[in-house]
């Protein structure tokens, strides 16, 4: 999923690499839910893109969605 070449020095087995790319993603994930979160408290829309085309949602909306 992820390359990592953060320094030659640095050699990490694939546990190592496979819990690197968990915790980034539950941090993206975290991420998301706050912005969602502070959206919703303003009353305010996310943009996102699908397929080359970009619309709006209510962050209120996303409920719908399960997110």
């Known amino acids: 999923m992820?390359?990592?070449?953060?320094?030659?020095?640095?050699?990490?087995n694939e546990q190592e690499i496979r819990e690197f790319e968990?915790?980034?993603v539950k941090g993206a994930n975290i991420?998301?839910?706050?912005?969602v979160s502070q959206k919703k408290k303003e009353n305010g829309e996310l943009v996102f893109s699908r397929n080359g085309q970009i619309f709006?949602?209510?962050?209120?909306d996303l409920d719908k969605f399960g997110v």
């Open 2 to 12: 992820f390359l990592i070449n953060l320094n030659k020095n640095i050699n990490m």
């Open 22 to 24: 968990e915790n980034v």
């Open 31 to 35: 991420a998301f839910q706050r912005l």
């Open 56 to 60: 709006r949602v209510k962050a209120a």
